[in-house]
């Protein structure tokens, strides 16, 4: 009996001496950690810190996730930085509101390459339109031309209408008064030296309505940016067939000339309504766009990897497909180009 309660006060001693020893060591495992963990902490901010000071860092201001810039910025990008520890650059994206949004942040500096829709850029570049408040942002500067998105016409199968000069005297729909294909055809109209007049009747109305009015006979053409056919033309029902017709004349050509933001381009055979042949237009396109100050090395090595790797670059979205390697200097670019950029196209020979 004695032995059995000092065996327990022995085990309660040992229990509480284990404890307290068990406690002590914690507590000194805590304060070691405490004390060295900021070190190790800014140990590797420090090596972290040190290696990007050794990359030059560009950041792309892209547009929406769900639109046609951010995953073209996810290419260029990959391009880039697969060839980083060669060039020391690294690449990386935000998605954003797009062009306007994309030109006015690159003038505040908060990124170092935009996407741009060529008359933006223009816009930008002469401080007028929608950046008349801001002015003319003449450090601007333009790296390389991406992809056409030309209008589309369509017109019902067997209808008449085979080019621009049969639209006279047609009921006719270029999308809503302040749609971006009314406005380019404003223009077109104006170049040709047309009026309203020389339709029977232009109805404003939403993509969604021309597709119905013209399927039902009741307008004789429609009119749409070609980016947006995807979407119109997926609830297109058997009994309606429509077809794509060309946008050329004479007078597009002059207004390339007075307004340098047009440019032309095709709808690929079999890319709409199983077209068995390409379908010339005219449009606005993407650009890619920087600012003087941004790295002259850094542009360089952008375009190259883009130029290098064409085809690849090409393949990865539907939109480049188009994309012809001599237009990158030139398409739809309206204001000076980046030395960086000048420098590599005259080395390969697309810039005299």
Same mark, same amino acid.
């Given at each position: 009996m004695i032995y059995s309660v000092a065996k327990r006060l022995l085990n309660i001693a040992f229990t509480a001496t284990m404890g307290g020893a068990l406690a002590a060591c914690d507590k000194i495992?805590?304060?070691?950690?405490a004390s060295e963990t900021p070190v190790a902490q800014t140990a590797l901010e420090r090596d972290a810190q040190s290696e990007r000071r050794? =990359?030059?860092?560009?950041?792309?201001?892209t547009g929406s996730v769900r639109g046609v810039y951010f995953?073209?910025?996810?290419?260029?990008? !990959?391009?880039?930085?697969?060839h980083k520890a060669v060039h020391r650059i690294r690449c990386s994206l935000e998605s954003t509101g797009g062009s306007i949004y994309n030109l006015r942040q690159l003038r505040e500096d908060k990124f170092d390459l935009v996407f741009a829709q060529s008359d933006w850029q223009y816009h930008a570049y002469n401080g007028s339109s929608t950046f008349a408040d801001n002015g003319p942002d003449t450090a601007l500067r333009a790296v390389l031309a991406l992809e056409a998105d030309p209008l589309a016409l369509l017109v019902k199968k067997g209808s008449p209408i085979a080019n621009l000069n049969d639209l006279e005297n047609k009921t006719v729909s270029f999308g809503y008064t302040?749609? =971006?294909q009314h406005r380019i055809m404003n223009d077109l109209v104006a170049a040709k030296g047309w009026t309203?007049?020389?339709?029977?009747?232009? !109805?404003?109305?939403?993509d969604k309505r021309q597709i119905a009015q013209l399927c039902e006979g009741l307008i004789d053409s429609a009119l749409m940016i070609t980016s947006s056919l995807d979407d119109n033309l997926k609830e297109l029902t058997l009994d309606c067939e429509l077809k794509l017709v060309s946008i050329t004349d004479p007078a597009i050509k002059q207004l390339i000339i007075d307004k340098p933001y047009y440019r032309t381009g095709f709808i690929q055979k079999g890319r709409y309504l199983d077209s068995t042949r390409d379908v010339k237009s005219f449009g606005l396109g993407a650009t890619f766009v920087a600012h003087e100050r941004t790295s002259p090395k850094a542009i360089y090595n952008v375009?190259?990897?883009?130029?290098e790797n064409f085809r690849d670059f090409k393949s990865l979205h539907p939109s480049l497909e188009t994309l012809e390697k001599r237009e990158l200097p030139y398409a739809g670019i309206s204001i000076p180009l980046h030395p960086g950029a000048e420098r590599y196209f005259k080395e390969v020979k697309l810039l005299n």
């Open positions: 495992e805590r304060a070691n950690v050794k =990359l030059t860092h560009l950041l792309l201001g995953p073209i910025g996810g290419v260029i990008c !990959r391009l880039v930085n697969r302040r749609s =971006l309203n007049k020389n339709f029977k009747e232009i !109805r404003p109305m939403s375009v190259k990897e883009v130029v």
